[in-house]
């Protein structure tokens, strides 16, 4: 049941969640689910625009956070509903109480189940598992002696300056 363009769209949706983290996007994180939606994370239960602000509050001292997505399972139920359950690592570059740099690793599952309403998917539950996590010493100094580009939060980062892209 269920259409490939179906599929991509709930995809979208955890993609669009993820962006929203790494760029500290409140906006963008609560748009991916309905306003009545439930989200059980364990360190937090509540809807959308509350989840929100306690993910941008959480986040803002991170220096850096990449979220990256691994399998993602849809199992479409009915025309206008789906369950789906999504891998994840998150990586968060943090600081310890004596000012050095960390690298906090979490990797889990999302448990969801996504609702069509108006032609549109958007999350209605989504609970967070976590299956391990590993905090390290950073060890990427070279990221800060080479000219590369780093990923920054909105807006600064070059995701959202598309007019560079067309005239480089």
């Known amino acids: 049941m269920g259409t ?36 059980e994370y364990g360190i937090f239960s509540g809807g959308p625009a509350d989840f929100a602000a306690f993910c941008m509050a959480a986040l ?4 850096r956070n990449h979220h990256m997505l691994g399998q993602h399972l849809i ?37 969801d189940r996504y609702e069509r309403r108006g032609g549109a998917w958007r999350m209605a539950y989504r609970s967070e598992l976590v299956d391990w996590v590993r905090d390290d010493p950073a060890t990427d100094a070279m990221l800060e002696a080479a000219p590369f580009i780093i990923g920054a939060r909105k807006p600064a980062d070059p995701l959202y300056n598309r007019q560079a892209m067309r005239h480089p």
């Open 4 to 39: 490939a363009d179906d599929r991509f769209a709930i995809i979208d949706l955890a993609a669009l969640y993820m962006r929203g983290l790494d760029r500290l996007d409140g906006a963008l994180l609560e748009a991916q689910f309905w306003p009545e939606a439930q989200l």
């Open 75 to 111: 199992d479409l139920v009915a025309p206008d509903e789906a369950f789906g359950e999504v891998y994840y690592q998150a990586y968060h570059r943090v600081r310890d109480e004596a000012g050095a740099a960390r690298d906090l690793f979490i990797a889990g599952r999302y448990v």
């Open 60 to 63: 803002k001292d991170h220096e």
